[in-house]
């Protein structure tokens, strides 16, 4: 039998979970669970959906410091991040929870004549959701709990350096058998998933979203997709440099970088560059690769070798091309997938920190003579999720955000963060169809529908 097996990153020889692979066959029985156990969930009507999410909150709430741990032990992340995490997802299980009650359509005076119209919103039946490991709460959370508020059932594929935390998600939702299913599982449970749901949403890798979006469209049902990001700060010379440091080195080493909002190019306008890399270089060195069972931690393990060994190849390729490394660049001596906070400077033109997302702790210090040029090339990307401006200006940060190409601009705060009653989504190669959160989110996993009434023996 295969085996989903998860690892502690921060401790290798610890396994966390061990859990039977579905296959292609086991995610077909799930999704005929699901479709079977869906209309006893529409038909439990608003109060009844409601109440189930409510509960599910509830009890996620008063696990609330198992699931910390469990969170910390299996993607290593630092443990004042994964409380965050935890209270974030009982927010949204109660944020959902009064969906059901919400319109669901509106009404409209028919064009001529007596009769009327009226447009319903209705659950698609099953969704099928893949999620990764970076939020292994909020992200499964943020596209479930929408998709059953609505009244569809949900089978979730998590992946599989999270399985444990999304087993026990689900064990705490505790909805009727079949409305919540978990499939353990490599690529055939993806594209089993992909070929039997009614409608699907996927957070991941740029190359992995590209074949689920392609795969969902082939089949013509509705898609979206959150994928990879290169995410920009600009520091025009009027910012405050020693709070504009602060933000960046949270940015760029918080949760080792491993956030779809994490920044990983800065952009030093003028006569920003000397003070910022000086100051930035100096928060990410009192940032350090650390326990993340510790309190203080900020910056703990990257998540596996590979993703390790990935990062370091790329700094040590751009310092054989003339890099200058202002802070890191090396492995933590512990134990683990540990990388130092890095920052580097003189990235040869063309190399791949320039062009991809490597989601770690490395940051590139880019120069820009002005406005203009700093937000060509923060625009300069296939793909952007989060951009942040740092000004005393706020004339000038919001003229720069109308002309930066991304889904979401912060000002004067870390690229890194989401509010989850709000869209969601990145520009370019970063996102596919709809928005996440809020209301789009019901929107999504719901279809329209037009109905005319007309007065019995009218023609």
Not at 10 to 24: F, H, N
Not at 190 to 216: E, H, K, M, N
Not at 402 to 410: C, S, T, V, Y
């Amino acid at each position: 039998m295969t085996t989903i097996d998860s690892y502690n990153p921060a401790d290798p020889d610890d396994l966390v979970a061990s859990v039977p692979s579905t296959g292609a066959d086991g995610v077909a029985a799930a999704l005929a669970g699901a479709r079977a156990a869906q209309r006893g969930w529409w038909e439990l009507g608003a109060a009844g959906r409601s109440l189930a999410l409510t509960r599910a909150a509830a009890a996620i709430e008063a696990a609330a410091e198992e699931l910390v741990a469990l969170v910390v032990r299996e993607v290593g992340k630092p443990v004042a991040e994964a409380r965050g995490e935890v209270a974030r997802t009982v927010a949204i299980w109660r944020y959902y929870a009064q969906a059901p009650f919400a319109a669901a359509g509106e009404v409209h005076e028919p064009a001529a004549g007596p009769g009327l119209l009226l447009t319903r919103r209705r659950p698609y039946g099953v969704a099928g959701l893949i999620t990764p490991w970076n939020f292994p709460l909020a992200i499964p959370t943020w596209k479930a709990a929408p998709a059953l508020a609505v009244g569809n059932a949900v089978v979730l594929k998590p992946s599989s350096e999270a399985v444990a935390v999304a087993l026990r998600l689900a064990e705490l939702a505790d909805l009727p058998t079949g409305v919540l299913t978990i499939v353990p599982g490599g690529a055939e449970a993806g594209t089993a998933l992909i070929g039997g749901a009614d409608v699907v949403s996927f957070t991941g890798s740029t190359g992995v979203g590209r074949s689920v979006i392609a795969g969902a469209t082939e089949r013509g049902i509705p898609v979206q997709a959150e994928m990879g990001g290169l995410n920009a700060a600009l520091v025009l010379p009027d910012a405050d440099i020693a709070q504009a440091a602060a933000h960046l080195a949270g940015a760029v080493a918080g949760y080792a970088g491993q956030k779809c909002t994490a920044t990983s190019r800065v952009i030093a306008v003028g006569d920003a560059y000397e003070p910022l890399a000086e100051a930035l270089a100096k928060a990410l060195g009192r940032t350090p690769a650390a326990d993340p069972a510790a309190p203080a931690t900020a910056c703990g393990p990257v998540i596996n070798r590979q993703a390790l060994e990935r990062l370091t190849g790329a700094i040590d390729t751009a310092r054989a091309g003339g890099a200058t490394v202002l802070a890191g660049g090396g492995r933590a001596d512990r134990a683990g997938w540990f990388l130092e906070p890095t920052l580097v400077e003189n990235v040869p033109a063309g190399h791949p920190l320039l062009e991809e997302e490597f989601f770690g702790p490395l940051a590139v210090l880019l120069p820009a003579a002005d406005l203009d040029e700093a937000i060509a090339l923060a625009n300069d990307t296939r793909h952007s999720l989060s951009t942040s401006v740092h000004s005393r200006s706020l004339d000038v940060a919001l003229a720069a955000a109308d002309r930066l190409d991304a889904g979401m601009i912060r000002i004067n705060a870390p690229s890194s963060g989401v509010d989850f009653h709000l869209p969601f989504g990145g520009a370019k190669g970063a996102s596919y169809g709809s928005r996440e959160q809020g209301q789009t989110a019901l929107d999504f996993y719901t279809a329209s529908r037009t109905v005319s009434v007309l007065p019995a023996g009218a023609y």
